[in-house]
């Protein structure tokens, strides 16, 4: 028999649980680290490689995050258990006038966009969720610009990709419009050399004002780019 005491240095073998968090916080902090070196990186890739920003965002996204197809099949092979969300209030018991808000629905265009909770407060309709409310109103009698509206705003979000056996999402790059703002800010402070400029040449182009319904002339001028033979010198020697 193996007496616990303090000389005997022995230690509780920790719980199922205690082993899926320690392994979460370990994976998190090996995420961290990677993507910390990833961020020095970024735009190095893009001018080393001579890749443009299209490219580089496509293999950012081809690496860390899921397809469309695959995040299709993967729902069709274990379907989501959901249940329909209740906002609250019955949309039958409304205290507002029904017919009025009908009529005004009616005369909305076919891909009309709504703001519905503003739409909730227009109608002085105080209960949470005011907005989702009248939605379902709206759609519950058959109103086409109210079932449009959600597949008009839905946002496509790809699904991250996660590390195998944890919960934990793969180290991805910055996005492509925190990479140029890098580079721009190395081409003001002087750290890359894009060339002086030389030769510029202005050319015209038209632009259409829309608020004065008119087609405006704007000039607009160009330069090309030529690294001096100091530079040059300075850095092979």
């Known amino acids: 028999m193996i007496v616990n005491t303090p000389s005997s240095k022995l230690v509780r073998k920790p719980t199922r649980t205690q082993q899926k968090k320690q392994k979460k916080e370990v994976m998190t902090e090996l995420k961290n680290i990677i993507e910390k070196e990833m961020k020095k990186t970024g735009d190095s890739i893009v001018l080393q490689n001579r890749l443009s920003w299209s490219k580089f965002d496509n293999n950012r996204k081809q690496e860390g995050l899921v397809t469309p197809c695959r995040k299709r099949i993967s729902d069709s092979e274990t379907p989501p258990s959901k249940r329909k969300k209740k906002h609250g209030m019955s949309r039958e018991n409304l205290p507002i006038d029904k017919d009025k808000l009908l009529e005004e629905a009616k005369q909305w265009e076919t891909n009309t966009l709504i703001n519905w909770s503003k739409l909730g407060t227009k109608y002085r309709l105080t209960v949470p969720n005011r907005g989702q409310i009248l939605k379902e109103f709206l759609s519950s009698r058959n109103i086409p610009c ?69 087609i405006s002339k704007i000039t607009k001028q160009v330069f090309a780019r030529k690294i001096t033979i100091e530079h040059i010198r300075e850095k092979i020697l």
Do not use: W
């Open 146 to 214: 109210a079932s449009e509206q959600q597949r008009l705003c839905r946002t496509s979000r790809r699904v991250k990709k996660r590390l195998p056996n944890s919960n934990v999402s793969f180290p991805m790059h910055d996005p492509i419009k925190k990479q140029k703002q890098k580079v721009k800010h190395k081409i003001d402070s002087g750290e890359i050399q894009v060339g002086e400029k030389i030769v510029p040449t202005e050319y015209m182009t038209y632009a259409r004002n829309e608020q004065a319904n008119s």
